[in-house]
């Protein structure tokens, strides 16, 4: 079946280390995304990613990076810069051309907890 | 930049009965799409509905409708018949349908989420 991996869904960290999450679709789309989700604030935007090897900043870049070496590959590395990285991330992505409708796909999510 | 508004943190309904969640967005474009998600316990985001501005017709699937006023720049959903599986919370989201660039393409604005509670 189609869809949206992310792995891993529960990471704990310390305090100033790297982390990466992994974000995988086998959907065939263009552009792929990454939302944080913090209680009471809905889902905010980290990246997006058009197409392979660009990628841009959404609204709560700062502290975290990217990469899109491959259509079907978007992961995501927190850094040590980032303040509050404790939250829930959500990886998607979308068609484009005749496919897209308009919404995104979303993947299970991962939960990064920064001790 | 647009936003979106859900003023309703928490609603509750009793199974079978008719609940309805609120959006409100605030945007100077005129073609876009409204989309309303559910986040069920196990926290994968699922499309409910998708309405076009364009469209004058409201959306409707199955026991979810809309109720899209395009110049009060409000879009609510109408949850009929109302399901124990039903209870989850529910994003409103907005996105432009600009095609030409920028930093907005695809990217969509979600609201602070409805959690929604169905008694049996």
């Known amino acids: 079946d189609g869809g949206i991996t992310q792995s891993p869904k529960y990471l704990f960290r310390k305090e100033g280390q790297n982390v990466t999450l992994s974000c995988e679709q086998n959907l065939n789309h263009d552009a792929m995304y990454w939302y944080r989700q913090d209680p009471g604030q809905g889902l905010r935007l980290i990246y997006y990613?058009?197409?392979?090897?660009?990628?841009q900043k959404g609204d709560i870049a700062e502290g975290y990076s990217v990469s899109r070496e491959k259509k079907e590959s978007f992961p995501l590395t927190v850094t040590s810069a980032q303040k509050n990285p404790t939250a829930f991330y959500l990886c998607a992505s979308k068609p484009r051309g005749a496919r897209n409708t308009g919404e995104l796909f979303f993947g299970e999510g991962s939960r990064l907890t920064v001790l | 930049a647009q936003t979106v508004t859900q003023s309703q943190p928490e609603m509750s309904v009793q199974e079978a009965e008719t609940v309805t969640l609120s959006c409100t967005y605030d945007t100077s474009e005129s073609d876009y799409y409204l989309f309303w998600y559910k986040q069920p316990p196990s926290r994968q985001m699922i499309l409910v509905i998708r309405?076009?501005?364009?469209?004058?017709q409201n959306a409707t699937e199955n026991r979810f409708s809309v109720n899209f006023q395009k110049a009060a720049k409000s879009f609510s959903l109408k949850i009929s018949d109302s399901q124990l599986g039903d209870a989850a919370m529910y994003f409103c989201a907005y996105r432009t349908r600009r095609v030409a660039g920028g930093t907005s393409y695809g990217k969509l604005t979600f609201g602070q989420g409805t959690i929604l509670t169905v008694h049996p």
């Open positions: 309405q076009e501005a364009y469209k004058q």
């Open positions: 990613s058009q197409i392979v090897n660009d990628f």
